[in-house]
Each structure stands twice: as C-alpha cells, then as structure tokens.
C-alpha cells in the first residue's frame, strides 16, 4: 500500500489493485481541471448530493449492503465500479478496485 496524504495506491504482484481518495481530513482538495463548475463539491458532498449528481449524469448506482450499517453507507457507481464511502452523511472516500 502507497498512501500520499488523502490518495492510497494498493499493488499486488507489481500491479495497480486499488485506488482510493479520501476526504476525512479535508486535506485533498481535487485539482481545478477536474471539478466541473457548477456541480458540487466532492470533498464535502453529502449522500443526497452525490445521489442527485450521479442520477443527473444518467448513471447508475446500488446501495452496498455488506458495507452499509449504522453511521456509514457506500453506493457502487455500477458504470464504473467506483464505490462511494460516507460516514456521519459526508463523503469519506472514493474507491476502485478490481475485486
């Protein structure tokens, strides 16, 4: 595992398994190119907002039911496979990986 302050690259046999941006200590910021104005602000999007811009975007999403429970809920964008973490209702983190 490689962390770099809100980034984390997990490698497996020299390979690229899992990608991960964490926001839980509002230190990563996205770079200017990558955040569309207008939309919302990833690193403090609550769970309505992250369901409403994907919905807008026409993807499509599921709830993770094996990692949802009390105080956190994880969605999979089902277009990407990107997992969607928040805890206490704010965006935590956002995760891909090849499992």
């Given at each position: ?8 690259l997990g490698f497996s046999d020299d390979s690229l398994e899992f990608i991960g ?46 990692l949802t429970f009390d105080d956190q809920r994880v969605i ?24």
């Amino acid at each position: 595992m490689w962390k770099y302050d809100g980034l984390q690259l997990g490698f497996s046999d020299d390979s690229l398994e899992f990608i991960g941006l964490y926001f839980e200590d509002r230190s990563l910021t996205l770079p200017p190119t990558l955040v569309d104005e207008g939309r919302i602000d990833l690193a403090k999007a609550s769970v309505p907002e992250v369901e409403k811009l994907v919905t807008e975007l026409n993807l499509h999403f599921t709830a993770v039911d094996d990692l949802t429970f009390d105080d956190q809920r994880v969605i999979r964008i089902e277009e990407s496979g990107v997992s969607v973490v928040f805890f206490e209702g704010e965006l935590l983190s956002l995760q891909l990986s090849e499992s």
